[in-house]
């Protein structure tokens, strides 16, 4: 036991949920009088207009600030309460319970431009890492992206784009740690929901398994490789335990990384000058020895080799490596390990000694391998530059349309003479449909149902053609749904004044990039005449998976990146550039039929067919 760890939670007492909460009488007095503000707060009630001002007014700022002063000196307090015997008994706050709050879970989304820095979002809830790291006994950690999300978890597409906005909200932190726990009651509500599934629909085994994870938050795998990864990335770990837990089918292997991190001499380490680039390797000398640790942070087993030179009498292996091998030589000594993916080994010598050199041989295949998926996302990004519209939009272009019950479209029951297919006037085809509002009745148009796309983007794309006149004609397209029994809308508005030239088609287009993936239902397309006018709309199209200029452009960026970082040798970095979020997300939405018939086109070609 070294020390407490909390987890935070906006259902606890360890941080304040969001900006709705916290408006006590004692808090409020506190800060008019640091403000200086004279306003009687204390036994009346709390005027509206000063609530507004705190809220988003002109003391938005500095309220959330005292917030975060409040909260800080809370757990100052806490800190100096533990007992400081032979060692200190640290603090530990651990963030993963933040995904339970809505805002915070939309935040992370990935985005080329987020609304909201974390930064900004955490001061909602009284957290500032700036704050909180100079306080003497405690440690704020980084989150690890992965494990967020508590019973649903985190595609694994997400994981790169959270890793960059936890680095910018906790720069701060003095510590990135990992909390070792195994959610036993989530596993085995989880296979409870399975057997009953299974039990109405024995085939339903291998549905369920695709629907549901099996494991809800981190395997031990999932443990280790981000332990691996923090340690490489940070040179630091905190680990916190559940000794309680359900014990892991990976358990050895994770116990063996964690027994050796914590064997390591809680000081910084430096990274070993002229060491290799497919592994990490830091080194340091504390009190009368000379430590050493070699991290391999990649999914391939590594051959490394450390040779050593001085006084090389005090060597001893750290923790429980396995595959190691030490042989002494004329100057020192040889330490070679077969390092797994995702492992550590550590060793210690004595202060005078010096690491002369350090060896690391990724397997062989290693580069082909790099090779192949680089040339396989470069086949997939093809895809956007011309995607395929999802099939079960009907009757997109109201060539066969009827207002009769079960068709594609139907229209607002007040005003049933303004919708209309026009045979005069189309974009493409042979009609159009006509939406007239001629006075203050409100007017719309909605698809039927659709099925909700699994990879939380969708881009709809209606053309449309303003009558001229009515110059002040406005038309909403929107996106609306049930999202866990709460409305889901989304719409984009689009303005005749902004039209160039009389009769011309614009293309409307609405992008969502946070649409839900899980609990929604009753998905439909909408337009809506917000004002008094005439337009026609005509080839309307829904994407999944289409990508706008600027993320074509980024993919390419990075497409380059990595293959110049493979080409210079340095397959680690090429792995995790192949591992952000881009290409994550490409290698999910574009399917494998696609690079199959492009590689097969391209063999033909070849042969001259």
Not at 208 to 227: G, K, N, Y
Not at 381 to 389: G, H, I, R, S
Not at 461 to 473: G, L, N
Not at 501 to 527: G, K, Y
Request: charge should be negative; aromatic fraction near 8%; include cysteine.
């Amino acid at each position: 036991f070294s020390g407490v760890a909390l987890e935070l939670a906006p259902d606890s007492y360890t941080l304040l949920p969001n900006l709705d909460w916290g408006y006590s009488q004692p808090t409020i007095a506190g800060f008019c009088q640091q403000q200086a503000i004279d306003a009687p707060i204390m036994g009346r009630e709390i005027s509206p207009s000063l609530i507004a001002r705190l809220r988003r007014g002109d003391l938005a700022e500095a309220w959330r600030q005292y917030r975060v002063e409040r909260v800080t000196l809370f757990y100052q307090r806490l800190a100096a309460l533990l007992p400081q015997r032979s060692k200190p008994m640290p603090v530990y706050l651990m963030p993963e319970g933040l995904s339970t709050n809505a805002q915070f879970v939309s935040a992370t989304t990935p985005a080329i431009a987020p609304e909201r820095q974390l930064t900004d979002l955490l001061a909602d809830m009284g957290l500032s890492a700036a704050r909180l790291q100079p306080v003497p006994g405690l440690t704020l950690c980084r989150p690890i992206a992965r494990c967020l999300g508590g019973d649903r978890g985190v595609p694994t597409a997400t994981t790169a784009a959270l890793e960059t906005r936890f680095d910018q909200a906790f720069a701060d932190s003095a510590r990135h740690g990992v909390s070792i726990f195994h959610d036993h009651r989530a596993a085995e509500s989880i296979a409870a929901h399975a057997a009953k599934i299974h039990n109405a629909d024995p085939s339903a085994r291998e549905t369920i398994r695709l629907q549901r994870p099996p494991v809800p938050r981190c395997t031990d795998s999932d443990r280790r490789r981000e332990l691996a990864q923090v340690l490489a990335r940070f040179d630091s770990a905190v680990m916190v335990l559940d000794e309680g837990a359900t014990p892991p089918v990976d358990s050895m292997a994770l116990r063996s990384f964690t027994e050796t991190v914590a064997a390591l001499p809680q000081v910084p380490f430096e990274p070993v000058d002229g060491g290799p680039a497919a592994v990490m390797v830091r080194t340091c000398v504390h009190a009368t020895s000379r430590y050493v640790y070699a991290v391999n942070d990649t999914p391939w087993p590594m051959v490394v080799t450390l040779e050593l030179e001085g006084d090389v009498s005090q060597f001893a292996l750290l923790g429980d490596p396995a595959e190691t091998r030490w042989t002494a030589t004329e100057v020192g000594g040889r330490l070679t390990t077969e390092l797994a993916a995702y492992s550590l080994v550590a060793a210690r010598v004595g202060a005078a000694a010096r690491i002369a050199q350090v060896d690391a041989q990724p397997p062989a295949t290693i580069v082909d391998e790099l090779k192949q998926q680089i040339a396989g996302l470069i086949t997939r990004t093809k895809y956007f530059k011309q995607p395929l519209p999802m099939a079960w939009l009907r009757d997109p272009g109201f060539e066969g349309h009827r207002l009769v019950d079960g068709a594609a479209w139907s229209g607002s029951p007040e005003s049933p003479h303004s919708l209309t297919p026009d045979d005069r006037v189309a974009h493409n085809g042979q009609r159009s449909m006509r939406l007239s509002r001629p006075d203050d009745k409100y007017v719309w148009m909605r698809s039927v149902p659709l099925p909700a796309p699994p990879f939380g983007r969708l881009m709809v794309q209606a053309w449309a053609r303003f009558d001229p006149r009515y110059p002040d004609a406005r038309l909403r397209v929107c996106v609306e749904g049930q999202h866990q029994g709460q409305p889901y809308y989304r719409f984009a508005t689009f303005n005749a004044r902004d039209v160039a030239e009389p009769d011309q088609w614009i293309p409307c287009v609405l992008r969502i990039d946070d649409l839900p993936t899980e609990d929604l239902s009753e998905l439909r397309l909408r337009f809506d005449m917000l004002t008094p006018g005439v337009v026609w709309i005509d080839d309307v199209s829904v994407f999944d998976r289409a990508f706008t200029v600027d993320e074509q452009q980024e993919l390419a960026k990075i497409i380059a990146l990595a293959d110049l970082q493979l080409r210079e040798g340095d397959v680690r970095a090429c792995y995790h550039t192949l591992s952000g979020y881009w290409p994550r997300y490409v290698e999910q939405v574009v399917p494998d039929g696609v690079v199959r018939v492009a590689r097969a086109e391209e063999e033909e070609r070849r042969n001259g067919n």
